[in-house]
Every structure is written in C-alpha cells, then in structure tokens.
C-alpha cells in the first residue's frame, strides 16, 4: 500500500469514526416519535405522554406520542420495528410486547431480540390479587384452602391467557398446587367492575388498575406479585411469603429501532435518567403506574432483557404452554 492510498484509507476511516458523533451533536433537529401499543386515555398513554413533555423540554424537541393499540401489542410494535433507525422514533414498551410474546405467539410481525436496541427502563408494575370486600377470604392461606377442597370451582377474573395477569393466575394455579377456572376479560376494569359486583370471586391484575377501589374498602387485595411488600400497601404481604422467590411484575421500557445511533441512544438514556430520577415525577408515576429507579444504562436494560427472555423460557416450559 503507497503513501497516497494509506492516507486515503486512514482518513475515510477516521471520518467515519467521527461522523455519528459529529452527526449526534445536532441530534435532535426535529420532532420526536413515541409509539406505544396502548389506546389513547389508558394508564400507558398517560405515562408516555407525561414522560414525554419532560423529555422534550430537555431536549427542545416536541414528543409525539402515537397510539397503535391492538393486536397484543403487535400492531404497535411491529410499527416501531419498521421505522427508520434515525434517531426519531422511539417504542414505550411492555414486558408483553419485548418478551412474553416471543413464547406465546407462533407468527409475531417483528422479532423482539433483534429488531430493537435496549434505551433505558422506565418503571416496574406491581401486580395484586384482590377480592370483594365482602369475601370470606381473608387471606391467600384461606383461598388455597378453598381452591384445594373445592377443585376447578374458585373463579379468578384476568385479561386471558396470553397476558401478564393470565400468565400469573396459570403460575400462581401450578406452583400452589390447585386447580382454578381461570376466566378472561377484554379488559382489567370490566375484571374489577364484576369483583366489585360480586359476580366474580377473585381478580388478578396491576395495582394500579385497582388502587381506587382498595382505597374506597370496595376491594381488598390478599397479596401482591413482588417479592417485597410495595410502598403505600405496607400492609399487604407479599406472594413469596407462600411461594418464597416468586417475584414477578410487569414492567415498562423504552427501545429503538435496531441501528439507532448509539450515540443518540445514548443520550435518550441521560436524559429519560434525569427526567424518571427526579422525586416530583417518580411520584406522579407511581399515582397512575410504575415504580421508577430511574433509566439505569444500556446496558443494564439489556442485560435485564437477556434475563427475561431465560425466566420466561423456562417459564412457559415448565407449564407447557406452547407458542400458538
């Protein structure tokens, strides 16, 4: 190789060294895309969207949020997985949509292990196993018992079983030995609207979703799914304390298409990281959903999905649910 192309070559390499750092310093020059799964007016939409008007003043671009529900979270993923890797679009996704599907689902439109990078997490969603506040259950010891003395008979309202809650009632039925009629609903508030009524017994779903009612003393949860009692429900225990290391909760995350910068990936986790760590905003979330540590890196998120996607490997087959 001579002198000239030596130069040539270094040079070219060199400048493609420099040109997405370069290129990242004007980043963002222009709005900034938000996809979510979740319709407009949920839980999800109104955390994006608070998330999102923080981050945009740090970054002095405006967040849009877009709303594409349907599909168990397909539809909208599978729209953040084809947009171009600019920069300029970003997924606010659950542990439903980057993980569980994968082992659920036999034909997904998009692949959750490689058509995405890991940005950084925003929260952990607590789940909760309530009844009516009238039930003769006081306790997850006085439902087993029934359950085990009555076999098939004790109902447990969920959102049906290629969902986190469904998932839960088939785990909690298998490893506390019983036998349960797992009954589906469209949706969580029709599941809380029949346990307040009484047409149903029991109910699995996020705290969230049921946070209202346990406040007015028309529910009462008997356990929640962490491994550790949750702040502002002290008093209720946990499932480990009946089944020890199970600890199992939704979760919320932010990706982008694979090829993103990652410059520009890096800078979406500084700055989503100052936005979640702040007090006034963990707060505001924990109201309407998640609990929030903040961001963390890249690369922990990544390594949290790596561990996901073994649990529920290992998960589904140990109950031998097959994809469908």
């Known amino acids: 190789m001579n002198r000239r192309t030596f130069t040539l070559t270094t040079g070219a390499a060199l400048l493609a060294a420099w040109m997405p750092t370069s290129w990242a310093q004007g980043w963002p020059d222009k709005p900034i895309k938000l996809i979510l799964s979740q319709p407009a007016g949920s839980g999800a939409d109104s955390m994006a969207r608070m998330i999102g008007d923080q981050l945009s003043r740090r970054l002095n671009q405006p967040i849009v949020v877009e709303n594409r529900p349907g599909g168990q979270n397909a539809i909208g993923a599978q729209a953040a997985a084809r947009s171009a890797a600019d920069g300029y679009t970003f997924y606010f996704a659950t542990a439903a949509a980057l993980v569980m599907n994968s082992y659920l689902f036999k034909n997904l439109p998009y692949d959750p292990r490689k058509d995405f990078v890991p940005v950084g997490m925003v929260g952990t969603v607590p789940f909760t196993i309530s009844v009516n506040a009238g039930s003769k259950f006081q ?4 439902l087993v018992a029934y359950a085990k003395a009555n076999p098939g008979k004790l109902a447990i309202a969920n959102e049906g079983p290629k969902t ?15 036998e349960v009629n797992s009954v589906p ?4 508030s029709a599941g809380v609207t029949d346990t ?3 047409q149903i017994e029991v ?3 996020d705290v969230p979703s049921v946070s209202q009612m346990v406040t007015a003393g028309k529910l009462r949860p008997l356990a929640v799914t962490t491994a550790k009692r949750i702040a502002g429900w002290d008093q209720v225990p946990p499932v480990a304390d ?3 290391g199970f600890n199992y909760a939704g979760w919320i995350g932010i990706v982008a298409p694979a090829g993103t910068p990652s410059a520009v990936v890096q800078r979406f986790n500084r700055e989503l990281d100052v936005v979640l760590s702040d007090k006034d905003m963990a707060a505001r979330l924990l109201a309407i ?3 929030t540590d903040g961001a963390g890196t890249v690369t922990q998120m990544g390594g949290m999905l790596d561990a996901e996607h073994s649990r529920w490997a290992k998960l589904t087959k140990d109950l031998s649910i097959a994809p469908e």
């Open 242 to 244: 009946t089944l020890p």
């Open 289 to 291: 959903g998640p609990m």
């Open 185 to 188: 609903y469209a949706s969580v």
């Open 196 to 198: 307040v009524g009484g």
């Open 139 to 142: 306790s997850l010891g006085d």
């Open 164 to 178: 986190f809650s469904g998932m839960i009632t088939r785990l909690l039925a298998a490893q506390l030995g019983i």
């Open 203 to 205: 109910l699995v779903s």
